[in-house]
């Protein structure tokens, strides 16, 4: 099953993507995502100039040896770049390879562990009492797992808060935002918020809240404790995760459980979190870790130290990785929990999918191959616009996060 066609495809309907197509001799095709949020057009060039080049001709059905030929065959191995690349190569070629066999992706990965995928949504707002309004909302809903983030009093813009009801788009189009940050006011702040949640919602519904790497380790094992009484699902991202053996000093004083990994793009960024047990859910997803092949080589290590997982599902993460990702989750036994940020409309019409939100789970539907397609005509209507994550300073003008 030669591949004769690859090209990348970059859209900007409401946010920017990049999605790379393969298509064989036969007419299958599979798609992959390639979206790494403002850096989008590195990894286009890395596809376009350098990859595509070598796929044209290659046997389809090869999707381990293509891996290691992309991985080790660039002599440069890791990198986000580079992992974004091979992961939509990964990606669509388990999409050809289970559309060429009629099946869902996940009767490829074992077949379904569960019956359907538990996810967590996003609930924030600008002070406690919008974020209970936001959970309260999220729980209507039926969502049984929900993140909660809230803008901090004295602080003009927090990362990590939305905007709007249900759609957060963490990325600013132009130029980087400028975020103040003051890590007192929030660690004041952040139990009290959880304290007000856990009044109103009693003890039973999973809340998680994202750190996003503003901590010191003793700072974030201070936090973890003061929101022991709370009881967590996850306190995510509490320090940047870089120098993997900080998180000994996190552990060493709280249990609230911890969860890392949505900037990680190989299994070597997270072998010492999940062989010493530092972590209790690791996040690394389709998209930036090296597709389901690397994936399901992380869960497995995972899996030998009790470590579950719980994919990043952010909204710069396209339709095609949450798609991909369902089929992860629904198959890998040691599976968390999956975040889910929901694409608005317009995205939803670029992408048609089968995957489905039902009472606080998803599915990916049984859709042969990923079950995620893309409107190509539609897609040209919006070309891409150049954003960027906000970056973060300290009050006194400092860059902050370590
Ligand atoms: O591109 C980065 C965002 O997806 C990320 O900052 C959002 O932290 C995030 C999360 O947990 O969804
Ligand atoms: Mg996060």
């Known amino acids: 099953m030669k ?7 970059v859209c900007c309907p409401g946010r920017n993507f990049v999605t790379l197509k393969i ?39 090869r999707i381990e040896d ?100 249900m759609y957060y788009e963490p990325a600013e189009k132009d130029a980087p935002p400028e ?52 009881h967590l699902f996850w306190l995510e991202d509490p320090t940047p995760a870089e120098l993997q053996e900080s998180f000994r000093l996190i552990r060493r004083h709280t249990t609230t459980p911890l969860a890392v990994g949505e900037v990680f793009n190989t299994i070597y960024d997270c072998q010492q979190l999940i062989q010493e047990q530092l972590i209790d859910y690791i996040r690394t997803t389709v998209v930036h870790a090296g597709g389901i092949t690397h994936l399901r080589r992380i869960a497995n290590l995972a899996e030998m130290y009790q470590v579950r997982t719980g994919s990043h599902g952010a909204t710069d993460l396209s339709p095609v990785c949450m798609g991909a990702a369902l089929h992860f989750d629904l198959s890998v036994h040691n599976f968390g929990i999956q975040e889910y940020m929901q694409h608005t409309d317009e995205t939803n019409r670029v992408f048609p999918h089968s995957y489905f939100f039902k009472d606080g789970f998803m599915h990916p539907g049984e859709a042969p191959g990923i079950g995620v397609d893309i409107d190509e005509k539609l897609a040209a209507k919006y070309p891409y616009h150049r954003a960027y994550l906000p970056v973060n300073r300290k009050l006194d003008g400092t860059m902050h996060n370590w």
């Open 66 to 165: 293509i891996w290691q030929y992309l991985y080790k065959g660039a002599y440069w191995r890791r990198g986000p770049v580079t992992m974004s690349a091979i992961a939509a190569v990964d990606t669509a070629l388990w999409d050809i390879k289970a559309k060429s066999l009629n099946t869902p992706l996940y009767q490829l990965l074992g077949g379904a562990s569960r019956d359907a995928v538990l996810v967590y949504g996003h609930a924030s707002g600008g002070d406690i009492p919008q974020t209970v309004e936001a959970v309260e909302h999220y729980l209507k809903l039926g969502y049984k797992a929900i993140r909660a983030q809230s803008g901090i009093p004295g602080l003009k813009s927090t990362y990590g808060v939305g905007r709007g009801a």
């Open 23 to 61: 298509t064989t001799e036969d007419g299958i095709y599979g798609l992959g995502d390639a979206t790494l949020n403002g850096r989008e057009l590195s990894v286009a060039s890395y596809l376009t100039d350098h990859v595509v080049p070598l796929l044209i001709g290659r046997d389809a059905r």
């Open 179 to 230: 975020n103040l940050w003051s890590t007192e006011q929030y660690m004041r702040f952040v139990p009290a918020l959880f304290e007000e949640l856990r009044k109103h919602f009693g003890p039973d519904i999973h809340l998680l809240h994202d750190v996003h790497h503003r901590l010191t380790p003793i700072e974030a094992a201070k936090l973890g404790k003061s929101l022991e009484p709370y």
């Open 3 to 9: 591949i004769t066609d690859a090209k990348v495809i």
